[in-house]
């Protein structure tokens, strides 16, 4: 084997990889050497049997790239989009929470009433991350009561305002 560095194929896109089987498995069936092909693709040398073992049971449908399987998401996306619709337009004070920021712990007893979904704080986070929802500090000190700090800021996107948040859009989020 000459100085040629191997690839790490966990590293290439599914369908790139499905391309480099089929064209793999036509060199061999044009007449090229599975080695000298396997060593120009620089990937190990048992991967060119494999694809022309899954070939010769299946097809060209063996060698094509396949959804990987894991875990099934526990929040569907139409759940999703309730709660970045929820969480971004509209005040904790409007689902009778006692705080005018959003909590994690606010979001985890919202998902359960709603949807019967327990998840972990840790999860919650994670879920408000995927939406590209981030934690905030408060503009100015908030009592935690809901009431606002003074008429001054009434209106104004303060979180004592209930009315509005982010861009007059509902509730900050604290966590």
């Known amino acids: 084997m000459g100085g040629m560095k191997r690839r790490d194929a966990r590293r290439l896109a599914h369908k790139t990889l499905e391309e480099i089987r089929i064209r793999a498995v036509e060199r061999v069936q044009a007449g090229e050497s599975p080695e000298v092909v396997i060593q120009a693709l620089g990937f190990?040398?048992?991967c060119i049997y494999t694809w022309?073992?899954?070939?010769?049971?299946?097809?060209?449908?063996?060698?094509?790239?396949?959804?990987?399987?894991?875990?099934?998401?526990?929040?569907?996306?139409?759940?999703?989009?309730?709660?970045?619709?929820?969480?971004?337009?509209?005040?904790?004070?409007?689902?009778?929470?006692?705080?005018?920021?959003?909590?994690?712990?606010?979001?985890?007893i919202l998902l359960r009433?709603?949807?019967?979904?327990?998840?972990?704080?840790?999860?919650?986070?994670?879920?408000?991350?995927?939406?590209?929802?981030?934690?905030?500090?408060p503009p100015v000190p908030c009592d935690g009561a809901g009431s606002g700090t003074s008429a001054a800021v009434a209106g104004t996107g303060v979180p004592g305002d209930s009315r509005t948040g982010p861009a007059g859009?509902?509730?900050?989020?604290?966590?």
Do not use: D, H, N
């Open 113 to 137: 009433e709603e949807f019967g979904l327990k998840l972990s704080l840790a999860s919650v986070g994670r879920l408000l991350q995927q939406l590209g929802l981030t934690c905030q500090r």
């Open 52 to 108: 022309l073992a899954s070939y010769r049971a299946g097809g060209w449908g063996a060698l094509k790239a396949r959804a990987l399987k894991g875990r099934p998401r526990k929040v569907r996306p139409e759940q999703m989009r309730w709660l970045y619709r929820t969480v971004t337009a509209k005040s904790p004070l409007q689902y009778r929470f006692e705080f005018a920021l959003w909590t994690r712990e606010m979001i985890r």
């Open 44 to 46: 190990s040398r048992s």
């Open 169 to 175: 859009r509902g509730g900050y989020l604290l966590w």
